[in-house]
Nanobody, 122 residues
Framework: QVYLAESGGGLVQAGDSLRLSCTDAGRTFSNFAMAWFRQSPGKEREILASTTGSGGSTSYADSIKGRFTISRDNAKNTVYLQMNGLNPGDSAVYYC???????????????WGQGTQVTVSS
């Protein structure tokens, strides 16, 4: 089983950086690909980044490429999202998810965290 808990969200100013963490309380963390999503009011949930179980391969959405970095530490059962150059458009609830990657390279979610709010003021 997978139990995900995000942390690290908060209120920051435009241009600031934040690092989100997502920790799995289960024992099978390295078996899962992990991803970060976000959702703002009135918008669909969008995937931002994903990484394979080993962390050896990552993928990013064009909207955040070059500003956000996903990484994982399997010894700590934790996946991170380093976010730099934040702007008000990045304000959203950020979710981590555990799942897999299908043949076409698309991440699919099986387990979700509860989300953490990120608000960027101008």
């Amino acid at each position: 089983q997978v139990y995900l808990a995000e942390s690290g969200g908060g209120l920051v100013q435009a241009g600031d950086s934040l690092r989100l963490s997502c920790t799995d309380a289960g024992r099978t963390f390295s078996n899962f690909a992990m991803a970060w999503f976000r959702q703002s009011p009135g918008k669909e949930r969008e995937i931002l980044a994903s990484t394979t179980g080993s962390g050896g391969s990552t993928s990013y959405a064009d909207s955040i490429k070059g500003r956000f970095t996903i990484s994982r530490d399997n010894a700590k059962n934790t996946v991170y999202l380093q976010m730099n150059g934040l702007n008000p458009g990045d304000s959203a609830v950020y979710y981590c998810a555990a799942g897999g990657i299908e043949g076409r390279g698309r991440f699919y979610a099986t387990f979700w965290g509860q989300g953490t709010q990120v608000t960027v003021s101008s």
